[in-house]
């Protein structure tokens, strides 16, 4: 797998990784036509993005047969965390608590998931 500093993908290839995190393995023709569900992009596009995405490293392409397979050479959770860590760093000035306090202050959170947050929180405070 890839170090977390060069996993760098933009709003289309984290579309395209989270196509292949689903599946595992998938041709072009299998990502496009997923990502058709959502969006309208041309075959084309998508594979060119995934050559780009296999020259940057972020996915693994198998060639050995007439139709390529490809996979995900980044972990979801790494990519995750880093984009998470880079989304806090540069909009709330690295603060979680403001990310949290917005993310929850501006949406209908569940009793469910509030107790879920609390459980969370607690579990926090124990390790302190």
Do not use: C
Not at 12 to 25: H, T
Not at 54 to 83: C, P, W
Not at 101 to 110: E, T, W
């Amino acid at each position: 797998m890839q170090d977390t500093k060069s996993i760098k993908p933009t709003e289309s290839e984290l579309e395209i990784l989270q196509v292949l995190w689903d599946k595992g393995n998938a041709t072009v023709r299998e990502v496009h036509e997923t990502l058709l569900t959502v969006k309208d992009v041309g075959y084309t596009t998508t594979l060119k993005l995934m050559q780009i995405m296999n020259e940057k490293g972020l996915v693994k392409r198998n060639d050995s047969s007439r139709t390529h397979i490809y996979k995900a050479a980044v972990k979801k959770e790494t990519t995750q965390q880093f984009m998470l860590s880079k989304f806090i760093s540069n909009l709330f000035g690295g603060s979680p608590s403001q990310l949290v306090l917005q993310a929850l202050g501006n949406n209908d959170v569940s009793r469910e998931e509030l107790d879920q947050i609390q459980l969370m929180l607690d579990q926090l405070k124990k390790k302190d």
